[in-house]
C-alpha cells in the first residue's frame, strides 16, 4: 500500500514490440504462474512501459478485446485509491476480500496478479501508487500458456520507471478470538538496480468449533450407524519472507530478477467428542478423539532473465527450484464409554521431502497485424515418504512430471478479434506402485466479434488436461470410524476438460456486466466414492475416474451503480449449473444448484463500507453433495493521507457453516455440520500504513510459476 505523488490523470499510448521466450523450472504439479500478453489490437492499445506519454484523461474508460479488457482509471478514481490495490477493487469482477485481505474474483476461482508482466504479490501491490497506474489488463479468458493455471489474470501496467523508496505495514485483527492478518513491505530503487523485502503472516486460532456427523451403512447383512458429535480447538499460521532483487538494462535491452522466499507453515487440531454407536439393535456410547498436527517449511528461489532481439522479438527464461520439509501426524481414537474397551486406535506419521522444479521458454514474435507466441514449460515433482500408519511402516518414492508444448497465433480484423492455437501436454506420474502417462493435444480458439463501443460477443473453446494431485494419489491410508476408511488412489489418471462459452459483454455509466452461457465436460473426472474394501473389512473412502462430467448453465457477473458513481454500486454474481456425473459402472448422479454471491459497497469522501454476503448451496462432489461457505461480512474505512483505519464485523449474526450429506447412490450414508462459533460476530479492527517516494522501478517478467504445495496425507 502506498501514498504517491499527485499528477494529472494519465492514459497512455504504447508501442508493444512483444517477443518472449520463458523457461521457467518450478516444482511440482500445482503451477501457479502468468504472465500477460501485449495487446493485439491497434498499436496505440498495444504499448511498452517505457515509452508511456501523458494524456488527460476525463472519464474512467474499458475498451474489451477477444481475451481481455483494458481499464483505465479518472481522476476521482485516482484521487480516492492510496494504492493500486484499491484500484483494482473498483474492476467489476474483483473484490476485497475481508478474510484474507486480498483481492479476489466475485466468481471464485484462482486469480493470477501481475505488475508489467510479473508476478505480485498482494504486498508489491501495495506498493504501486495510484497515479503510476496506466491501466489494468483483465483476463477473463487467459492467454494458452497460463490457462492450466489460472482461472483469471490481472496486469497492471504503470508508468516510467525513477529512483525511489516505498515502505509499508498493515494489521487486522480479531478482539475476542484468534485473527490476524498481518504484513509489512520495503523497496527501494536506484538506477537499474531494485531491491525488496516483505513479510506476511496468517494466523487462526478458534477453540470452539462444533461438529457432528453421522455415518450409517450395512455390512456383512449387519446394520451399523454411529452418531457423533463434539468440539475442537483448531489453528494455523502462514509465513512468508521474501527478498528480491531485479536489475533493468534498457541500453542493453536485458531484465534479470532473482527473488529467494520462506514459506513457514504450522497447523493443529484438538478434538473431543462422544459417539452413540448401533450394531443392529445394540446401542453403545463412545468417547472419542481426534488430534492432528503439521509443519513445513519451504525455500524458494526464482531466477528469471528476459532479452530483447531486434524489435520484434523477445526471449524470456525462467527457472524455480522449491524444497519442502513436512512432517504430518495424526491421532484418531475412540473407546466404550462404560468399559474402557477399545474400539479403534488409529495413529499416522508422515515425514515428506518434497523438491520441484519448473522450468519454462517461451518466443514472441511480432507481425505487423498479429502476434506468434511459442513456449515450452516443463514441472517436475519428487517425494520422498517415510509413513507409519494403520498397515505398517513404509518407505517409498513418488515423481510427479508434465511437459506443455503449446504456440499461439493472436489477431485482428475489422470489428473481429482472435486468438488460436495448439498446444501438446505429456503427463508422466510414477507412485509407489504404477506409473501414468498420458498425451494430449490441447487446441484453443478465441473469437471476438465487436457490436458498438460498448458491446461484444466472444466466443471461446479449449481442450486441456490436468494432473492429479499428489493427496489424491497418496497410498497412505487413515481410520475415520470403526469400518470406515479414507486413502487416496495411485491408479488415478489425469482428467481431460473441455469448455466452451458464448460471452456477451455490455458497459456504459450504469451497467459494466458478462453474460456467459458454457457448456463443460470433463473425461476422466477425478471424484471421491465409498467402496468396499475385503482385506479391511469395511468400507474406505477412495478417489476414482468418472467417466465424464457435464456442466451447461448460463453466468451472470459485473457491477451495478445506480447513480453512475461510487456513491452506491452493487456487484452480483449468479451461476445456474445443471450437473450430470456419469460414473465408469453407467450410474447417473445429477444435481442442479445457482451460485450466487452479492457485495454492496458505498464510497463517500474519505470514508467507504460495504457488505458481502450470500446463499449458501449445495454442490456435487463425487458422492457427496457439499454447501460453500457462507458469508456476511461488513466493514468500513476511514482514508486519512498515509493511514487507512478500518473495523468491521465478519459473519454477521451467524458463524461459519460447512455442511456434507451423500447421495442415495452411496454405500455409506454421511451427513455432517460444522460451526466455527468461534467467527459468529467476530469484530475486527484494521490499521494500515503506505509511504512512497518517486516512483519504482518495474520489470517486464514475461514468464510466472510456482511449484507444487507441500504434500501432507
Given at each position: 500500500?502506498?501514498?504517491v505523488?499527485?499528477e ?8 508493444s ?16 504462474a502468468?504472465i500477460?500478453e ?9 504499448v511498452k ?5 501523458e494524456?488527460?484523461l ?6 474489451q478485446?477477444?481475451?481481455h ?11 480516492k ?8 477493487t ?8 475481508p478474510?484474507s ?5 466475485i466468481?471464485?476461482g ?18 504501486v501508487?495510484?497515479t503510476n497506474v496506466v ?5 477473463d479468458i487467459?492467454?494458452a ?11 497492471i ?5 525513477e ?7 498493515d494489521?487486522t485483527?480479531?478482539l475476542?478470538t484468534g ?8 523497496g ?13 503472516i496468517?494466523?487462526?486460532d ?6 457432528s456427523?453421522i455415518y ?7 446394520h451399523y450407524?454411529?452418531?457423533e458429535s ?7 499460521t ?8 531485479a536489475?533493468?538494462?534498457p541500453e542493453k535491452?536485458?531484465t534479470f530478477q ?10 493443529f487440531?484438538k478434538?473431543?467428542?462422544n ?11 463412545h468417547?472419542?478423539?481426534?488430534n492432528?498436527?503439521s509443519?513445513?517449511?519451504s525455500p524458494?528461489?526464482d531466477?528469471?532473465y528476459?532479452?530483447?532481439i531486434?524489435?520484434k522479438d ?9 524444497y519442502?520439509?513436512?512432517k504430518?501426524?495424526q491421532?484418531?481414537?475412540?473407546w466404550?464409554s ?7 486406535n488409529?495413529?499416522m506419521n ?5 523438491t ?6 517461451v518466443?514472441?514474435?511480432n507481425?505487423e497485424?498479429?502476434k506468434l507466441s511459442s513456449g515450452y514449460r516443463i514441472?517436475n ?10 498397515l ?20 485482428k480484423k475489422?470489428?473481429?478479434t482472435?486468438?488460436f492455437?495448439?498446444g501438446?501436454?505429456n ?12 498425451l494430449t ?6 473469437l471476438?466479434?465487436?457490436i458498438a463501443?460498448n458491446?461484444s460477443?466472444?466466443v ?13 494419489l ?18 488415478l489418471?489425469?482428467?481431460?476438460i473441455?469448455r ?8 456504459n ?14 473425461y476422466?473426472d477425478i471424484?471421491?466414492f465409498?467402496v468396499f ?8 473412502l477412495t478417489?476414482e ?6 456442466q451447461?448453465?448460463i453466468q451472470f ?8 458513481n ?11 449449473s445443471?450437473?450430470?456425473?456419469k460414473?465408469?459402472?453407467g450410474?447417473e448422479?445429477?444435481n ?10 458505498s464510497?463517500y ?18 458422492a457427496?453433495?457439499?454447501?460453500n461457505?457462507?458469508?456476511s461480512h461488513?466493514?468500513?474505512?476511514y482514508?486519512?493521507?498515509n493511514?487507512?483505519?478500518s473495523?468491521g464485523?465478519?459473519w454477521?449474526?451467524i ?5 456434507t450429506?451423500s ?9 455432517a455440520?460444522?460451526?466455527?462459533c468461534n467467527?459468529?460476530?467476530?469484530i ?18 514475461k ?5 507444487t504445495?507441500?504434500t501432507?496425507?
Open positions: 500500500m502506498l501514498i505523488l499527485f494529472k490523470n494519465i492514459m497512455i499510448r504504447m508501442k514490440k512483444w517477443y518472449c521466450i520463458l523457461l521457467l523450472m518450478s516444482s511440482a504439479v500445482g503451477i501457479s502468468q500477460t501485449g495487446n493485439i489490437s491497434e498499436k496505440a492499445d498495444t512501459t517505457k515509452e508511456i506519454q494524456v488527460i476525463k472519464s474512467q474508460h474499458k475498451k478485446f477477444a481475451d479488457a483494458n481499464y483505465t482509471f479518472d481522476k476521482e478514481a485516482l484521487e485509491a492510496r494504492n493500486s490495490k484499491d484500484l483494482l473498483t474492476l467489476p469482477e474483483l473484490q476485497l476480500d478474510i485481505n486480498t483481492v479476489k474474483s466468481k471464485g484462482k486469480v493470477l496478479f501481475l505488475i508489467n508482466g510479473i508476478e505480485a504479490s498482494d504486498n508489491q501491490i501495495k506498493s501508487t495510484p491501466r489494468v489488463e483483465y483476463f487467459p492467454p500458456r497460463y490457462s492450466q493455471r489460472a482461472d483469471t489474470v490481472v496486469n501496467i504503470t508508468r516510467n520507471p529512483v525511489g523508496y516505498s515502505y509499508g505495514a494489521v485483527s480479531a475476542t485473527f490476524v492478518n498481518g504484513s509489512a513491505y520495503a527501494y530503487t536506484k538506477g537499474k538496480n531494485d531491491f525488496g523485502l516483505e513479510y506476511s496468517n494466523l487462526r478458534y477453540n470452539n468449533r462444533q461438529y456427523k450409517d451403512y450395512s455390512l456383512n447383512d449387519i450407524r454411529s452418531d463434539g468440539k475442537d480447538h483448531f489453528g494455523y502462514d509465513q512468508n519472507i521474501a527478498l528480491r532483487y536489475n533493468v538494462n535491452k536485458y532473482s527473488k529467494l522466499s520462506f514459506d513457514i507453515n504450522t497447523n487440531n478434538g473431543i467428542g459417539s452413540v454407536y448401533t450394531k443392529d439393535l445394540i446401542t453403545e456410547n468417547n472419542t478423539i481426534h492432528s498436527n509443519n513445513y517449511t524458494t528461489l531466477l528469471y528476459s532479452k530483447n531486434g524489435k523477445e526471449l524470456s527464461l525462467n527457472i524455480i527450484g522449491s519442502y520439509n513436512t504430518s501426524n491421532f484418531d481414537y475412540e466404550v462404560v468399559t474402557d474397551e477399545d474400539v479403534f488409529n495413529k508422515l515425514k515428506a521431502k518434497q520441484g522444479l519448473v522450468g519454462e521458454i518466443h514472441i514474435h507481425f497485424k498479429g514441472t515433482t519428487n517425494i520422498s515418504n517415510n509413513l507409519v500408519n494403520l505398517g511402516n513404509s518407505d517409498y518414492s513418488v515423481n510427479y512430471l508434465t511437459q506443455y508444448l503449446y504456440t499461439e497465433y493472436s489477431g475489422d470489428k473481429f482472435y486468438r492455437g495448439i501438446l501436454t503427463i508422466h506420474n510414477k507412485s509407489a506402485g504404477t506409473t501414468q502417462d498420458d493435444l490441447n487446441p484453443k480458439l478465441v471476438s466479434y465487436s463501443n458491446q460477443i466472444r471461446t473453446s479449449d481442450y486441456t488436461s490436468k494432473s492429479p494431485w499428489a493427496d489424491a497418496s497410498s497412505n491410508i487413515v481410520q475415520v470410524v470403526p469400518n470406515i476408511y479414507k486413502t487416496g488412489n495411485p491408479y489418471k489425469p482428467s481431460h473441455l466452451n462459452n458464448l460471452v456477451y459483454s455490455f458497459n455509466k450504469y451497467f459494466d456486466f458478462n453474460l456467459v452461457p458454457f457448456y463443460n465436460i470433463l476422466k471424484t471421491q465409498y474394501v475385503e482385506e479391511l473389512e469395511g468400507y474406505t478417489n475416474n468418472s467417466k465424464y462430467t457435464r451447461a448453465g457477473s459485473g457491477s451495478i451503480k445506480p447513480f453512475g461510487s456513491l452506491l454500486i452493487i456487484k452480483p454474481f449468479f451461476q445456474f445443471s450437473i450430470l456425473l460414473k465408469q459402472d450410474t448422479i445429477k442442479d444448484y445457482l451460485r450466487n454471491f452479492f457485495t454492496i459497497s464510497e469522501k474519505s470514508f467507504s463500507i460495504q457488505y458481502q454476503f450470500n446463499i449458501p448451496v449445495y454442490v456435487l462432489n463425487g457427496f453433495l457439499s454447501t461457505e457462507n458469508a461488513l466493514f468500513i474505512n482514508k486519512k493521507q493511514w487507512t483505519f473495523t464485523i465478519y454477521l449474526g458463524p461459519s457453516e460447512y455442511k450429506k447421495l442415495p447412490e452411496s454405500l455409506v450414508g454421511y451427513t455440520q460444522t460451526q466455527i467467527n459468529k460476530n467476530m475486527v479492527l484494521g490499521l494500515s500504513f503506505d509511504f512512497s517516494s518517486g516512483r519504482k522501478l518495474q520489470i517486464q517478467k514468464l510466472n510459476n510456482s511449484t504445495p507441500a501432507t496425507f
